[in-house]
């Protein structure tokens, strides 16, 4: 029971990752879980998968600071303390070169993956120092390590949480609040569907196969694989580990 008691945010709480954490958390013996989404309807089918009473279902959008200070303070108030806050929401946007990106998706995908990050850190820090501190896990990618074409707004965005984490590792570290984040290579889900579609309309399949023949051990991550690292970095195995990035990517980066 690796979080035996502990009380956890997750953002983007429905999909994939989220939602394969949220149910990873709860079996490790999380005792409250605030599951916090954009889309209600998602929300909605996460209800039907996790119909513990332990689990706080809340629409939000990260990208607006009255939304985070919302969940984050409807989550203190439940259940009293926080211990865990895992900022994994993220949009994709779209796939173009950077002459013809549409500055809207650009200033959502920046809005999203980086202004929701930095809010999720400013209202949170607060519930994590008074319960004596805590861990906060980002999601980031393997494209926060490296550039890929034609998805400027993505990589510059998964850049930039790496200058948050390690900018809130230092800010935290007093209060005992750890940061870190994770860098998957493609995983199995709908994000990537997107985005293979986005490379090659119409031959998605072919993507994904030429993707796979980049990564060492032969396949996508599955969400669960990142889950089990978000579960190693929210537990006190970890209670070392800070301003660090955790790459789960199948040898993806060597």
């Not at 989550?75 to 002459?99: C, H, Q, R, W, Y």
């Not at 930039?160 to 590792?169: E, K, N, Q, S, V």
């Amino acid at each position: 029971m690796e979080l035996k008691d502990k009380f956890v945010i997750i953002t983007g709480g429905a999909g994939g990752i989220g939602l394969a954490t949220a149910k990873l958390f709860l079996k490790e013996g999380a005792k409250g879980i605030a599951l916090v989404d954009f889309s209600q309807k998602n929300l909605d089918e996460a209800k039907k998968e996790l119909t513990r009473k332990n689990v706080l279902f809340i629409q939000a959008d990260v990208s607006k600071a009255a939304d985070v200070k919302r969940y984050t303070d409807e989550a203190l108030k439940t259940f009293g303390k926080i211990d865990v806050i895992f900022l994994n929401a993220g949009v994709e946007g779209v796939v173009k070169p950077m002459s013809e990106y549409p500055e809207d998706v650009f200033d959502q995908v920046i809005g999203v993956n980086v202004k929701g990050v930095w809010l999720g850190m400013k209202y949170g820090f607060a519930a994590l120092k008074q319960g004596g501190g805590g861990s906060v896990i980002i999601t980031s990618s393997v494209a926060g390590l490296r550039g890929t074409a034609q998805v400027s707004a993505y990589v510059a965005s998964k850049h930039a949480t790496i200058g948050l984490m390690r900018t809130g590792a230092l800010e935290g570290a007093p209060d005992n609040i750890r940061v870190n984040t994770i860098h998957p290579s493609p995983v199995d889900n709908r994000m990537m569907r997107s985005l293979e579609e986005g490379f090659a309309p119409g031959a998605g399949a072919e993507v994904k196969e030429s993707f796979i023949k980049m990564i060492p051990l032969g396949r996508y991550a599955d969400n669960k694989d990142i889950a089990e690292m978000a579960l190693f970095l929210a537990s006190d195995r970890s209670k070392f580990v800070t301003g660090s990035t955790h790459v789960v990517d199948g040898g993806f980066t060597v």
